[in-house]
């Protein structure tokens, strides 16, 4: 994430370039919804409370993954005209993880 840190200051200069990261925390993706039912099994509980239980102990404020369209949602905003304003940002996309101070 260096990058994100000196790049857009040499790139602003340029006009419309920005440089920006998105940090994503648990994701739902494909394997991650396999890898849960497998729990789900082991465990006997719901999927939906498996899933929050897990997220809670790991520190997930919002007590559940976070889905590939809500990446896909910021990754679009920031590269349309309304997301012009951000230079150099890291956004966390985590459910609360980072400022999380368990």
């Not at 949602?73 to 005209?81: C, G, K, Q, V």
Request: hydrophobic letters at 40%; aromatic letters at 6%.
């Amino acid at each position: 994430m260096q990058v994100t840190s000196y790049l857009p200051a040499d790139l602003a200069k340029e006009g419309n370039i920005t440089i920006n990261a998105i940090v994503p925390g648990l994701i739902g993706t494909e394997w991650r919804k396999t890898w849960a039912a497998d729990c789900v099994k082991r465990e006997g509980k719901t999927r939906q409370q498996w899933l929050h239980d897990f997220c809670l102990s790991k520190g997930i404020l919002a007590g559940r993954c976070g889905w590939v369209e809500e990446v896909g949602d910021l990754a679009a905003f920031i590269a349309s005209d309304r997301g012009r304003h951000l230079h150099g940002a890291k956004i966390a996309l985590d459910g609360g993880l980072t400022v999380n101070a368990r």
